[in-house]
């Protein structure tokens, strides 16, 4: 137990000085876009900086580290997104931004229909019918839904094709024994990230961390929380965990108006996904 905790530590150390090292790459370059921006600009960079301020300050935990990540690390698009992820706040009112939620915290109607996601996804057999897909990988992700548009899969689940209402992405997220993913912010405030670990391992070496909170998948399937907060998924242990990779629209009075934005937010991006976020995924099928 000694050498695997002692191993794990030194892997972590060795991972955390990997993204050290990039990040003090992108320091010129960022550098110097912040002095001509400033320059040439200072009122905007001045007000963009205070928008950002107010959302990073979102967060529970706020260390140096986590301070440079959100302005110059891979936190960098939540920035930029600030002031229109501060407006979904405000659209979004009288609903709060809770961060973290429970299912009860969620209207009713959103509530029935990711329970009968997720129950269709339980009867489906998705942990076998991907199996064999993870072979040798590290880290898999499959999508049958991706802001509201359907994908064709190998793997055939028809209810995961439905025409839900509140619910815009589903797809399951992999990790192989002894995987992680690093502290990231997620981009947009038009959703809610909802999590449900389909094969439960009996581990607190298998959780996701937001903030100052530790979920341990043991002790509950399902977890939601507004993934532009910091966060980091971890699987720690000697089994492959699948979770399903689930995004709502926010609850509000004018559902169609939120439904209308991540429409166009879907056609800014191409209907594509992002660089970053397919290059760290091996995409299955």
Known sequence: MERTMATDSALSWQFSNRRRRRLFKRWPKLVALFAVTAYFVPK?????????????????????????????????????????????????????????????????????????????????DLVGKLQAQMDGKRKGMIFFKWYGKNFKTSVDVPELHHDYKYIRTIGVSIFNKKQSAPKHYGTFRVTLRVLYNINPIDSKQVYIKVGNHVHYWHENQLFIFDDTLQHESCNKSDEVRYCMFVDILRPSLCPRLMSGILTAVRTAVGGKFSPAFAKSWVMLS
């Open 44 to 124: 905007i960079l001045a007000v963009y900086f205070a928008f950002g301020l107010i959302d990073f300050l979102r967060n529970t935990q706020r260390t140096p580290d986590m301070f440079a990540r959100y302005f110059v690390g891979n936190g960098f698009q939540a920035w930029f997104l600030s002031p229109f992820n501060l407006l979904m706040d405000v659209l979004t009112l009288p609903f709060r931004n809770k961060g973290i939620y429970a299912l009860s915290d969620l209207p009713q109607d959103y509530q029935d229909e990711i329970t009968h996601m997720i129950e269709a996804a339980n009867k489906s």
